[in-house]
Every structure is written in structure tokens, then in C-alpha cells.
């Protein structure tokens, strides 16, 4: 049973920064292609970032602010997000999909065959 479960989300002022992390049980998360989503009210859920064999890839809008990372011993991927802006403000969801896996869709839901319950984040000016 593949299951993610996201933590640390919160409210900050806009310039600071946040780490989430995804706990991943009933697979290997370094065989998998991991990756970190966001929606906000009204909009498309988008990719933000996400990890394979140690590549990773980032939507423009936040390339140079967020990391993308993975802890193999713990089977946990975190994103550590620095300089947040009130635009980041969104619903954050960590996804994962199993071999075989296009690196061309790493930021597609579509995809995407696991997801976890979300956290928010909250940005303020």
C-alpha cells in the first residue's frame, strides 16, 4: 500500500522560509519518480519541483528559491523553500509514480499515480 503523507506547512511573511517533507511508505521512494505540486483557490494545480536518480527540475517561477531533495534512508523527500513570496501561497501535495516514468511529465499531474493529503502554505506581506 504506496502512501505519502506531507508535513510542514504554515504562515509566513513573505522573505521567509519553509521545509516540507514527504514521508513515503510501501515503496522505495528513490525508485520512483518523486515531485512537489501546488494549487490555489480557483487555479490548476501545478508542478513545482521534482527528483529522479538525483536530477532534478523546477517551474521557472521558483528556480534559484526552492530545493528539491531526498533523504534515501529515511525514504522521505523534503522541499526547502527560501525567499517565499505571497504568490507561493498555495496548497503543497507530494506525488510519486513507479518505474516506468517520463522525466518529460516530472511536472504533470497527469503524471502522477500517488498523491498525498496536501499542506498548506500561507505567505503573507
Known amino acids: 500500500q504506496v502512501q505519502l503523507v506531507e508535513s510542514g506547512g504554515g504562515s509566513v511573511q513573505a522573505g521567509g522560509s519553509l521545509r516540507l517533507s514527504c514521508a513515503a511508505s510501501?515503496?522505495?521512494?528513490?525508485?520512483?519518480?518523486m515531485g512537489w505540486f501546488r494549487q490555489a483557490p480557483g487555479k490548476e494545480r501545478e508542478g513545482v519541483a521534482a527528483?529522479?536518480?538525483?536530477?532534478?527540475t523546477y517551474a521557472d517561477s521558483v528556480k534559484g528559491r526552492f530545493t528539491i531533495s531526498q533523504d534515501n534512508a529515511k525514504n522521505t523527500v523534503y522541499l526547502q523553500m527560501n525567499s517565499l513570496k505571497p504568490e507561493d501561497t498555495a496548497m503543497y501535495y507530494c506525488?510519486?509514480?513507479?518505474?516506468?516514468?517520463?522525466?518529460?511529465?516530472?511536472?504533470?499531474?497527469?503524471?502522477?499515480?500517488?498523491w498525498g493529503q496536501g499542506t498548506q502554505v500561507t505567505v503573507s506581506s
Open positions: 506525488a510519486a509514480d513507479p518505474p516506468p516514468t517520463s522525466w518529460l511529465r516530472a511536472l504533470t499531474p497527469g503524471g502522477y499515480d500517488y
Open positions: 510501501g515503496y522505495t521512494a528513490s525508485a520512483y519518480l
Open positions: 527528483l529522479r536518480y538525483g536530477s532534478t
